[in-house]
Nanobody, 123 residues
Framework: QVQLVESGGGSVQAGGSLTLSCAASGRTFSRYTMGWFRQAPGKERECVAAISRSGGNTYYADSVKGRFTASRDNAKNTVWLQMNSLKPEDTAVYYC????????????????WGQGTQVTVSS
């Protein structure tokens, strides 16, 4: 089992940047594909990025491609989401999640979830 804690959310103006962090507990972090999801009010949760166990494979939703970058350091049990050129439509609660299965281009299934961190982008 793994516990996930996100941090780094906040408020930023459009065009700005934020970096979200997700710290994982346990000694098996390197065995998990990690995903970043977001959910805006009244909208379904969507996967915006995912990164494979080794970091060699990544997935990005079309809406964030070229602006967001996922990375991880297995020695630090941490995954990051660097978000640049933020837009008001990026406003949402962002979650990290862990998937025990083989890389499936971010499709999961995801077994463990963090509590989320709010990102607000103002115009």
């Amino acid at each position: 089992q793994v516990q996930l804690v996100e941090s780094g959310g906040g408020s930023v103006q459009a065009g700005g940047s934020l970096t979200l962090s997700c710290a994982a507990s346990g000694r098996t972090f390197s065995r998990y594909t990690m995903g970043w999801f977001r959910q805006a009010p009244g909208k379904e949760r969507e996967c915006v990025a995912a990164i494979s166990r080794s970091g060699g494979n990544t997935y990005y939703a079309d809406s964030v491609k070229g602006r967001f970058t996922a990375s991880r350091d297995n020695a630090k049990n941490t995954v990051w989401l660097q978000m640049n050129s933020l837009k008001p439509e990026d406003t949402a609660v962002y979650y990290c999640a862990a998937d025990r299965t083989q890389w499936s281009n971010g499709l999961g299934p995801y077994d463990y979830w963090g509590q989320g961190t709010q990102v607000t982008v103002s115009s």
